[in-house]
């Protein structure tokens, strides 16, 4: 029995994610060769500029509110002209609308940079720009591509996840934005897969739990386990003290190491949930993970699920490409296609049951005992 949902959907999905890639290919056909260029080489003028705005928070002090600059500017206490011409560019890229000279708005796309919006990927721009990663991409790609050496480790000495353990801020920052992934990826992989054929699920890696919580208030009969390192455990479990909110009392935290083992399950309603987890990862660093998965199984007939990109086998898309080239600067990981996941499964003595498409970027490789 299959665990796809709503294959139609996810059909129709996939189609307007071509067309779309479809269109981002116009520009290149359209645009004098030599202009395209020089409009790609200064793209980094728009994402500083973004990172800016969200910064100063311009969005959720905005609110559903059209001011001008200059008002804005005192109460952020900032250049006005500066703000304004900031917002401008802005609001010419499609962010913020300027709805008279020099009085803004938020739009579509400026309302998810506001903290209390459900789709607000603030922390998403705040991760990708900020120093940390910024002097990875800047200072070190060149010498990365020329070594094979991850650039965020030639600017910083260690891997990402090794400054993470030893920044504290940086990585609170990090397991913001990776709750916004929700956001940016949708709730396909809550929807699109028959969770209900499970009662617990394991969620390694999962910081906060979010993936997990989505899950659970779709089946009130699930519980959920969250595996991660002590300090995303411990900050976990501060963020959820006394907060309110459906499925949160079904949701566990412990600490624990991928590495170095994972809970055993039960029996065959237990699931295993890694989003997101493995293109971190170098190929021996994913077989050694899930070889500890596989352990965990045992012959308890549960399952795994890996909620991945996988890239086609040729012609990537630029999302995808995009990703990958972020695991290359920041770690040895990378994204794969599904004939690279399959020979990594195959020597973690795992086999693939299913693909199952989502309306996202993802998919979810569905895994049992091989």
């Known amino acids: 029995m299959s665990f796809q949902m709503h294959a139609g959907a996810v059909g129709r999905f996939a189609r307007a994610m071509k067309f779309g890639a479809w269109l981002q290919a116009i520009p290149n056909k ?3 060769a030599p202009f395209r260029l020089v409009q790609m080489g200064s793209a980094y003028w728009q994402s500083r500029a973004l990172f800016v705005a969200a910064r100063l928070d311009v969005a959720t002090l905005l609110g559903g509110d059209c001011l001008p600059a200059a008002e804005l500017a005192e109460r952020l206490g900032v250049d006005a002209d500066g703000l304004g011409r900031l917002l401008r560019f802005l609001a010419a890229m499609g962010v913020f609308q300027e709805t008279a000279p020099r009085v803004f708005c938020n739009n579509k796309l400026s309302r998810c940079l506001d903290r209390h919006d459900p789709q607000c990927v603030r ?35 260690d891997d990402l996840f090794g400054y993470l353990d030893r920044h504290g801020d940086f990585d609170q920052l990090f397991s913001e934005a990776m709750d916004s992934v929700e956001a940016l990826a ?24 979010s993936k997990a919580l989505a899950i659970l208030r779709r089946h009130p009969t699930m519980t959920a386990l969250v595996v991660d390192r002590p300090q995303v455990v411990a900050e976990a479990r501060r963020y959820w003290a ?33 989003s997101a987890v493995l293109h971190g990862f170098d190929d021996a660093q994913c077989v050694r993970a899930l070889r500890q998965v596989r352990s965990a199984i045992g012959s308890s007939g549960a399952r795994a699920a890996i909620l991945e990109m996988v890239l086609p086998e040729t012609g990537a898309d630029l999302a995808g490409a995009s990703f990958d080239m972020q695991m290359f600067v ?26 199952v498409r989502l309306r996202s970027l993802g998919s979810i490789l569905v895994l049992g005992a091989g």
């Not at 920041?330 to 693909?355: D, T, V």
């Open 123 to 157: 922390a998403m721009i705040l991760l990708h720009n900020s120093e940390p990663m910024s002097r990875a991409w800047f200072e070190q790609l060149e010498a990365g591509v020329r070594s094979g050496t991850p650039p965020f480790q030639l600017g910083h000495g």
């Open 330 to 355: 920041g770690c040895r990981g990378r994204e794969r296609s599904l004939s690279e996941w399959k020979a990594l499964l195959q020597a973690a003595g795992l086999a693939l049951e299913e693909c």
């Open 30 to 32: 359209l645009t004098p």
């Open 186 to 209: 949708g709730d396909g992989f809550a929807t699109d897969m028959d969770w209900g054929r499970f009662r617990h699920v394991i969620d390694v890696g999962g910081s906060r739990g």
């Open 242 to 274: 006394g907060q309110p909110g459906e499925g949160v009392e079904r949701l566990r935290f412990e600490a624990g190491d991928l590495f170095e083992g994972l809970p055993a399950a039960t029996g065959p309603q237990d699931v295993y949930l890694l």
